[in-house]
């Protein structure tokens, strides 16, 4: 049986000022039926995961190198997450693929190397509103899984979120046919690539608006193991109903 799992993507946000955040969240939930996942920017990973140490809130980052150390200045290895106290990395979100040009193949490598040092890889596929309109968006997210989840992928150390790009800090929802078609797609392809028995483990997120709003008709979708989300995720008051949610769910 899946476990639900509600993870925060705080992107480029947040000071030391936003770790009462997660004490609030940590006081909210403190024996949730639900997983729970913060990743805030990587400056308050190591005093976040301090915080949250013994709760059961987990912190992850929100990008690694494919490389353990070396010259490459800016970066963070997986193991310097690892060593800072995080469990998870999100890895190839829309906006490292447009940002910074990320590839399938570079996501790949970075979610190679997370696994290796013992973090579970929060892998991103989704596609544009082009796309979408195009009627591509299936064979879009079939390149990106076959080109961006490495062959050592297990249901232990992989998750993976469903972010279609014209739906994130828009407000614009996919109506739940749309969730339900591409999560059933990517639950085909992995029992089909990893069989049965890893592919119907690995937990698949939605994520792009989830709000408390509209959290349990998504949360209702088969295949639909809980949600990475955005903005609603800053403050506790806000993400504490969409983790309600997906307890009920």
Request: charged share 20%.
């Amino acid at each position: 049986m899946r476990r639900k799992l509600a993870a925060g993507n705080w992107k480029m946000n947040g000071t030391a000022a936003a770790l009462a955040e997660i004490e609030a969240l940590i006081a909210a939930h403190p024996a949730p039926a639900a997983d729970i996942l913060v990743c805030p920017p990587a400056t308050l990973i190591h005093r976040a995961a301090k915080l949250a140490g013994g709760s059961a809130v987990a912190i992850g980052g929100q990008d690694c190198h494919a490389e353990a150390s070396g010259a490459h200045t800016g970066d963070i290895s997986a193991e310097m997450l690892r060593d800072a106290g995080a469990s998870h990395v999100i890895l190839g979100h829309s906006e490292r693929r447009a940002d910074h040009g990320e590839r399938d193949e570079d996501v790949r490598a970075k979610a190679r190397r997370a696994m290796e040092s013992g973090l579970i890889a929060v892998i991103c596929v989704g596609e544009s509103l082009a796309e979408r309109e195009a009627a591509n968006t299936l064979d879009i997210i079939g390149g990106q899984l076959s080109g961006s989840v490495p062959d050592m992928a297990t249901g232990e150390n992989l998750v993976i979120a469903y972010e279609p790009i014209w739906a994130i800090g828009t407000g614009r929802v996919p109506t739940t046919d749309q969730i339900g078609e591409v999560h059933g797609f990517i639950r085909a392809r992995l029992e089909r690539r990893f069989g049965a028995g890893v592919g119907r483990s690995v937990r698949l997120l939605y994520g792009g608006s989830v709000k408390p709003g509209n959290a349990a008709g998504i949360f209702a979708v088969p295949d639909v193991d809980g949600a990475l989300v955005g903005g609603a995720s800053l403050k506790a008051e806000d993400f504490s109903p969409i983790i309600a949610a997906l307890e009920a769910a």
